[in-house]
């Protein structure tokens, strides 16, 4: 039978059935929905969990819904080997089968631009330093689109990403493969690798060699990078008795991108802190809002034309002892019988031009149509 739920990464793989009703109180709410936790981790206990798990996700917005359980059952496996590309004429009779017969995107490329240059202004007046603009591509499809195909291409043309199947209720399926994770505890060890700063690859090896490198030496890059780095060493140090953050990024490749990233890892203090409070201390990071982060995600409300929902929120999992795992929502979409939506976004920082943030989001979308099957073009 296959799992409800399914969160895979490099130290292994949660997987869960009997899910029961989902806790959908918004972290703004986070007194009573702390308490809803609580609750649901005791009433596992009482059904005989030794050690029961909280899964799920946290959207974007705090004050939109949450949607977490607490499952009857689960199992923690091993990394997921990844399987067989697709071959080439299954894809083929995929892109025929999943032809589309709409496709919108939500702003559109003139929209979307011009929401760049806004950003661009407030930074000039200095009241921003960074946000985190993007934009939800939706399809109709001809056949529905199989979630278990899906996430069989995302494992298989990513397999160090984070990958997550969550169900939403009605049929709706959040499935996608995160390069980012945004926090890990494991026995009192801390560990997170925020990216920022992206370039698209190329198909030539001395090409995508020469994106590396002036991705390496970008000013632009390495400023909303260190936004990032400053922001989250300003959560972390307060609950670390050790933490060790490299003085400069290093590259990381996804099929698509080059990314900025730095691996940070470190000791807790005591037994206070569990994932859970950290990663809600940590989310949204400026790699996924901007900063200052309460301007910023003002800004995205006064500019996106769409609720996020759970989009650049988060997705894992944690025990009842404080360990576990939540990689940040992207590289992903909900399905929906014949209608998808996918989501991308793309990090704002003065510099930025309109046009080439507006090329990213479709880079970005491309990780999501290659696993429905779909042509990269659909997204330009």
């Known amino acids: 039978m296959s799992p409800d739920f399914l969160f895979t990464s490099g130290q292994g793989t949660i997987s869960a059935t009997d899910l029961g009703q989902p806790i ?7 007194p009573l929905l702390a308490q809803q936790i609580t609750l649901a981790l005791d009433a596992a206990r009482v059904a005989g969990q030794t050690n029961p798990l909280l899964i799920g996700a946290f959207a974007f917005d705090p004050a939109e819904a949450s949607c977490l359980y607490v499952p009857s059952r689960y199992k923690r496996g091993e990394k997921l080997a990844p399987t067989e590309p697709t071959p080439a004429t299954e894809v083929e009779q995929t892109v025929e089968a999943n032809r589309v017969i709409s496709v919108q995107s939500t702003p559109a490329s003139s929209e979307f631009q011009a929401s760049v240059s806004a950003a661009l202004d407030a930074f000039a007046q200095g009241k921003l330093a960074k946000v985190v603009l993007s934009r939800k591509l939706t399809l109709t499809l001809h056949q529905p689109a199989d979630p278990k195909q899906v996430m069989a291409r995302l494992m298989a043309q990513n397999p160090h990403a984070f990958h997550f199947s969550l169900p939403l209720g009605q049929g709706r399926r959040l499935l996608g493969a995160s390069p980012e994770l945004l926090l890990r505890i494991s026995g009192g060890e801390v560990f997170t690798h925020p990216l920022a700063g992206s370039a698209r690859r190329a198909s030539e090896p001395a090409q995508d060699e020469a ?41 990381m490749s996804t099929d698509t991108l080059w990314h900025l990233g730095t691996p940070i890892a470190g000791r807790l203090n005591g037994g206070e802190a569990s994932v859970l409070s950290l990663a809600c201390q940590l989310h949204p990071t400026p790699a996924l809002c901007g900063y200052p982060t309460d301007l910023a995600r003002q800004f995205i409300r006064e500019q996106e034309p769409f609720r996020r929902a759970l989009f650049s929120g988060i997705v894992g999992w944690c025990d009842s002892q404080g360990n576990g795992e939540w990689a940040v929502v992207i590289r992903c979409g909900v399905l929906d019988g014949h209608q998808v939506e996918l989501f991308a976004g793309a990090g704002i920082v003065a510099g930025s031009d309109p046009a080439m943030e507006w090329a990213e989001t479709g880079t970005k979308l491309g990780t999501m149509l290659k696993a429905l099957g779909l042509s990269p073009e659909v997204a330009q």
């Open 24 to 30: 959908t109180t918004p972290a703004c709410e986070w």
């Open 211 to 251: 994106v590396a490198r002036d991705l390496l030496a970008s000013r632009k890059d390495h400023h909303e990078h260190k936004l990032v780095i400053d922001e989250i060493r300003r959560v972390l140090t307060p609950h670390c008795r050790e933490l060790a953050i490299p003085s400069s990024p290093s590259l």
